[in-house]
């Protein structure tokens, strides 16, 4: 079955970068979209960006363009994002998902990886 | 961005009919989804598409809708689907609805 399983929890100190992992089993990893969702109690949810794992070609929320950096390793079936200069504002749970039905919809989710930004 | 915009929260009793609302402030053709998620837990796919059920998710659950106006429908409602309910387009980017937790 499809399994998206996600790197653990990080504390993690402002200014700083953090890479959060997403290995990717059941599946044809270059076959779908690996998309990111962030999802904080003041914001809900909001979607970050997607890469496409065989081409290695992105799009972003343009919120997020300057704060995340999407990229995946085809041998490990993995994808990585890469948040920089955090602050507070980037505490949150962060989740990959599968892009599916032509990229449309996330049709699985890995199980969240939470970030604490403090000093 | 589109604003998806949802009631906060809704209750009702289990084997009641219950209607969950998604309004777009732009049209976004049939290009929404729904999604459930429980505490704790991550999001799970629901309805694709406005009204396709996704892989092994009960036919209790359904979707309609078109444009602007999108509605979840579980009939009945189980114990078990106490949880927040996601809308979400991806006809312009993607953007969520800010969420409906059903109570019951």
């Known amino acids: 079955q499809v399994n998206l399983l996600q790197s653990g929890a990080a504390l993690v100190k402002p200014g700083t970068s953090v890479e959060l992992s997403c290995k990717a089993s059941?599946?044809?990893?270059?076959?779908?979209?690996i998309h990111w969702v962030k999802q904080s109690l003041g914001k809900g949810l909001e979607w970050i960006g997607y890469i496409n794992p065989h081409s290695g070609f992105t799009d972003f929320n343009e919120k997020f363009e300057s704060k995340a950096t999407l990229t995946v390793d085809k041998p490990t079936n993995t994808a990585y994002m890469e948040l920089t200069r955090l602050t507070s504002e980037d505490s949150a749970t962060y989740y990959c998902?599968?892009?599916?039905?032509?990229?449309?919809?996330?049709?699985?989710w890995g199980q969240g990886a939470s970030v604490t930004v403090s000093s | 961005d589109t604003v998806l915009t949802q009631s906060p929260t809704l209750a009702v009793s289990p084997g009641e009919r219950v209607s969950i609302s998604c309004r777009a402030s732009?049209?976004?053709?049939?290009?929404v989804h729904w999604y459930q998620q429980k505490p704790g837990q991550q999001p799970k796919l629901l309805i694709y598409?406005?009204?396709n059920l996704a892989s092994g998710v009960p036919a209790r659950f359904s979707g309609s809708g078109s444009g602007t106006d999108f509605t979840l429908t579980i009939d009945p409602v189980e114990a078990d689907d106490t949880a927040t309910y996601f809308c979400?387009?991806?006809?312009?980017?993607?953007?969520f609805g800010g969420g409906t937790k059903l109570e019951l």
């Open positions: 059941g599946y044809s990893f270059t076959d779908y979209y």
């Open positions: 598409k406005a009204s």
């Open positions: 732009e049209g976004v053709d049939s290009y």
């Open positions: 979400q387009q991806s006809w312009n980017d993607r953007t």
């Open positions: 998902t599968r892009g599916a039905y032509n990229n449309y919809v996330m049709d699985a």
